[in-house]
């Protein structure tokens, strides 16, 4: 969890109740969970669980995995394995075009400079091709870490200290050129761009217009301006770039009075902020001042990246709360389905199914198809006897149906969508420990989800211990999967079970705090956050945990990127990163030989680190470059 998110947990403190002190199991016992009937497999879905068959896994004899695991480390370095290297290609602070400034060290640069440069505290990302040797990569920048970007860390802002956090927000659009040795940044590329906090977005889809997204500067609320705290991304089949607003409540704020509602709170918009200021030197921030602004952020965005001119637009049909990504697939039928995580502390899992169908032949056609759907949030069904699968369906939230009423207090679908949180939690959606990233299999009818955390499972009546959230206090998180009925994603109902979950069996015994029999002191994790798969199959895990290496932690290292077979179950990890940093955003090249991934928050807190540059350089967080010396397939 990074340093925002716990300060916004800090500030704005949501509905909880004393923490027990004690595990709750309700019946469910580590043996029980290890069992054969405990979880599905990938290819043969419940036949054979990754679980029960990960001790043959153990073995080490996937036929995924070709490379030799990496222990934890505590180095302010990136180790990958024997027979591979890695090498940066693009930092914050590094200018996009030939006439701007330099990154300068120890908080030099202004909000002239930072809207040239690329953006800070890089997240999710997409690889776009353009030809042989020329491409496209899209990338989130999400927040920033005043301590690093200003000499008075954030102590003494002005008004141009908060344009230029503005401007290290949001999106940065580079190109990329093949060379003989490898993939580089180009400067002054064609396709280079920055969108950030100060943006014009175009609002589409059935929210547009709507009262409560009008303000003094927009009055038909049609057009927002900018797109921060973004987390991750998807990509469309049509060639466009995704990216999701999260923690958007924490850059609003007042000095006055302002009108604090039931619907504000629940997305933990509070008077006071997450400490970036912007209320005191842009009136925009301003809740008492501009109380629906906070309204115009938590969609999607879609950009274009191969047009640095156009304008990108918010997807309202796909709901507001904290996006984390949007792993978008195409059903057999043709019709868009759009999986999406809310990352909070008992929030929900979603799924919007378009109204049109994907056109291959006619691309423009597609440009709109986000626009009209249906959103959907997902309840899972406890197993039987309390084992670690089940069943679960999607509840549709459309106006009208499902209590979504007037005398509910939704007056139409705008309001529906505006109010995602408050409308799944009418319909009684689960509550989540922390749904993050959603990955699809690239070849079978299978999803993944990672659950980062959630300390308050078990704690909060709201929150009961159970299904996919089988531990109270929850610190490791887990991975959860489904397959929708008949493999289809528009389908009504899915099965599900828990692919991992992470623990320390280094540190208990017996319990599920160890973790599942997948894991073991040689792969141990905690708090899977990023994943995805590649064209072949590997599912690949990144991490945004406690690095502290101590108590439950000991021996856990540095956050982490791990790689799964999800026949086998069998994970390895692949990658440790720097100091006190997060693992997070990947993307591959088409012929799967090159890795992009980031480096987020190295050296958060005044950690120490150095990285990428070291000596006494500020820390950056950067996108690496990860191949093999024999410029084979990686992973394999």
Avoid at 139 to 152: A, D, G, Q, R, V
Avoid at 557 to 570: I, V
């Amino acid at each position: 969890m990074s340093q925002f998110e716990l300060k916004d947990e800090q500030n704005h403190p949501r509905d909880q109740v004393p923490a027990f002190t004690q595990m709750v199991e309700r019946g469910l016992s580590r043996r029980r969970f290890l069992g054969g009937a405990a979880a599905l497999g990938a290819a043969a879905f419940f036949t054979a669980s990754p679980i029960s068959r990960a001790i043959a896994a153990a073995t080490g004899n996937s036929p995924l995995l070709g490379f030799k695991a990496v222990p934890t480390s505590t180095a302010d370095t990136i180790v990958v394995p024997e027979g591979y290297k890695v090498e940066r290609l693009i930092s914050w602070g590094d200018p996009l075009f030939s006439n701007v400034a330099e990154f300068a060290n120890h908080g030099g640069n202004t909000a002239a400079d930072q809207a040239g440069q690329f953006g800070d505290n890089n997240d999710g990302m997409s690889f776009f091709p353009v030809d042989d040797s020329t491409a496209i990569l899209a990338i989130n920048n999400e927040y920033t870490n005043y301590e690093l970007m200003f000499s008075h860390q954030g102590k003494d802002m002005s008004e141009d200290d908060v344009k230029r956090a503005q401007a290290a927000h949001g999106v940065s659009v580079i190109t990329i050129k093949k060379q003989a040795d490898g993939w580089r940044f180009e400067k002054d590329g064609k396709y280079n761009r920055r969108i950030d906090a100060n943006t014009p977005m175009a609002i589409g889809g059935p929210a547009k217009g709507h009262a409560l997204l009008q303000t003094g500067a927009d009055a038909k609320g049609e057009l927002a301006l900018g797109t921060f705290n973004n987390c991750a991304n998807g990509m469309t089949p049509w060639g466009t770039y995704l990216t999701c607003e999260e923690n958007f409540n924490g850059y609003f704020g007042t000095d006055g009075e302002a009108d604090i509602t039931p619907a504000l709170a629940r997305y933990g918009v509070a008077a006071e902020d997450a400490g970036y200021q912007w209320h005191r030197f842009d009136e925009r921030f301003d809740l008492a001042k501009n109380p629906n602004e906070p309204n115009r952020f938590g969609w999607v965005v879609e950009i274009d990246p191969k047009d640095p001119q156009s304008t990108p637009i918010k997807r309202t049909a796909l709901g507001r709360f904290k996006h984390e990504n949007a792993e978008l697939v195409v059903d057999q039928d043709g019709h868009v389905v759009v999986y999406l995580g809310d990352d909070e502390r008992g929030e929900h899992l979603y799924r919007f199914v378009s109204e049109g169908k994907y056109n291959p032949d006619d691309q423009a056609a597609n440009r709109n198809l986000l626009d009209n759907g249906t959103l959907y949030v997902a309840k899972f069904h406890n197993g039987p006897d309390s084992e670690l699968k089940g069943k679960g369906e999607w509840l549709e939230l459309s106006f009208g149906k499902n209590g979504l009423t007037p005398e509910n207090g939704f007056n139409s679908q705008a309001e529906v969508l505006i109010h995602a949180r408050l409308a799944a939690t009418r319909v009684g959606a689960t509550t989540m420990d922390r749904p993050e990233w959603v990955a699809a299999h690239p070849t079978e009818p299978v999803v993944y989800c990672t659950l980062t955390n959630n300390k308050n499972r078990g704690t909060n009546d709201k929150q009961p211990v159970g299904g996919p959230n089988p531990r109270a206090e929850n610190h490791y998180g887990q991975i959860v999967r489904w397959r929708p009925a008949g493999g289809r994603h528009t389908a009504a109902e899915f099965d599900w079970d828990l692919f991992v979950l992470a623990g320390n069996p280094e540190v208990h015994n017996g319990d599920l705090y160890a973790g599942s029999a997948n894991v073991s002191a040689d792969n141990m994790f905690n708090s899977p956050d990023g994943i995805g798969f590649d064209q072949g199959g590997r599912l690949w895990i990144q991490t945004d945990g406690n690095y502290s290496n101590e108590g439950d932690f000991a021996g856990q290292g540095n956050n982490q990127m791990l790689c799964a077979d999800p026949d086998s179950g069998e994970i390895r990890r692949f990658l440790t990163g720097p100091v006190a940093c997060e693992v997070t955003g990947l993307a591959f090249t088409p012929d799967q030989k090159t890795l992009f991934v980031g480096i987020q928050h190295p050296g958060e807190e005044l950690a120490g680190s150095h990285f990428p540059l070291g000596g006494d350089s500020t820390p950056r967080s950067s996108v690496m470059v990860v191949t093999r010396e024999d410029g084979g397939i990686i992973g394999a």
